[in-house]
């Protein structure tokens, strides 16, 4: 019989690691049968969602106001995961929400194998949340290649580091030879990224928008270029239109990649963005800011020594990052500035993202398609001990 996967994103880029993980598993097991949470990326592969992905789309203190609604969608998750009884259930990223219906799962039908695709931040804190895991999953695929070892530290599930999607798209984000002479040439192309949830955009906007006036100010015919999910991209225009420069938002994928083939640096907040630049080469300082009790939350729990995607897989601060007091539009104006020119800045930059393909197996992983392979494999053999552990339990005759 075909095999039934179950799978729960819960934001954006977890919908979009869904949708090319269902296609991997497709072109292994063509009759494989497919449902559970997810976005329009799934949707493209056949998955209706139960409930609209927008619902989930909650950052940081946000949660306290969407909880009754937020309570009631991971019951709703978990219930359909029992009733469809699948082969394996798939949580994808988004641990506040996924994981709440993996204990749930366990707890109601313990004989569902889970697999977590995409290990939580253990690592930078919450450490306690690995060994916890152990009781709700089976087998956790890793994006970044420091993360087995940290999970094997903390006495984590089983963790495989299959590589991270952006090596599968590295191709799409570096240039050609035009596209690379077009990078150094006139007039620089600036990437900003504010962020892909509301709460993001409302926070970085303004200090952005600033900052990219007092750069316009110094650098003839900069072009600017914000990237947004469509679903923000209304939004990203209304704080966008105040900037004094002409911003062009993009939100088809094509566009985007386009952008970060020319682009000559960037300004983003701190977090994946910081990873998918370095892979596309583009030199970058990167900022972040929180309400005051989020960062004395952060002070007192988080430990790592950068708060930058890029940083942490390099093992090295080579990125700049401005946080909560620091992060001003005087400070990340002349921090940037230099990157728009042939520095030491922009060149040490450069020179050290050209390590990641090395360290993150770009070219010689596909991330997914090694997913599908242990999603599979852990689906049977996990059904296949637990078959065997219930028919040993049975009375005999």
């Not at 993150?360 to 992983?365: C, E, K, V």
Request: proline share 7%; charged share 25%.
């Amino acid at each position: 019989m075909s095999p039934h996967i179950f799978l729960v994103a819960g934001e954006e880029s977890g919908d979009r690691l869904g949708a090319s993980l269902i296609a991997a598993l497709k072109r292994r097991v063509p009759d494989a049968r497919f449902s559970g949470v997810g976005g329009s990326h799934m949707a493209s592969e056949g998955v209706s969602s139960l409930f609209p992905l927008g619902d989930l789309a909650i950052i940081g203190f946000d949660i306290l106001r969407s909880l009754p609604k937020i309570l009631r969608r991971i019951r709703e998750a978990a219930d359909a995961v029992v009733a469809a009884k699948p082969d394996v259930l798939v949580i994808i990223d988004s641990p506040e929400f996924t994981h709440r219906v993996a204990r749930r799962v366990r707890k109601i039908a313990p004989h569902i194998p889970i697999v977590d695709y995409v290990c939580p931040s253990v690592w930078a804190w919450r450490a306690g949340r690995a060994r916890a895991m152990r009781d709700y999953v089976d087998h956790v695929l890793a994006l970044l290649p420091f993360e087995p070892a940290a999970m094997r530290r903390l006495g984590g599930p089983p963790t495989t580091f299959v590589g991270h999607p952006l090596g599968e798209k590295a191709a799409d984000l570096r240039p050609n030879s035009d596209e690379a002479r077009r990078r150094i040439s006139g007039p620089p192309l600036l990437l900003v990224l504010p962020g892909s949830r509301s709460g993001e955009i409302e926070r970085m906007a303004d200090v952005f928008g600033a900052t990219v006036a007092r750069v316009a100010s110094q650098v003839t015919d900069l072009e600017v270029v914000v990237p947004a999910v469509p679903r923000l991209a209304e939004r990203v225009r209304a704080k966008t239109a105040n900037w004094g420069v002409p911003v062009r938002v993009v939100t088809d994928p094509a566009e985007k990649d386009a952008a970060f083939r020319i682009a000559r640096a960037a300004l983003t907040k701190s977090g994946t963005s910081t990873l998918e630049l370095a892979v596309a080469g583009v030199p970058m300082i990167a900022a972040y800011k929180v309400s005051l009790l989020e960062e004395m939350i952060g002070r007192a729990f988080i430990r790592v020594k950068s708060y930058i995607l890029a940083n942490l897989v390099l093992d090295e601060n080579i990125v700049p990052e401005f946080l909560q007091y620091q992060c001003t539009p005087e400070a990340l104006g002349a921090a940037l500035r230099p990157l728009l020119a042939d520095t030491p800045e922009r060149r040490s930059q450069v020179a050290a993202f050209a390590r990641l393909d090395a360290i993150m197996a770009i070219g010689t992983a596909v991330p997914s398609d090694r997913a599908a392979d242990i999603i599979l494999d852990c689906a049977a053999n996990l059904n296949h001990l637990r078959g065997e552990a219930v028919a040993s339990a049975a009375p005999r005759a």
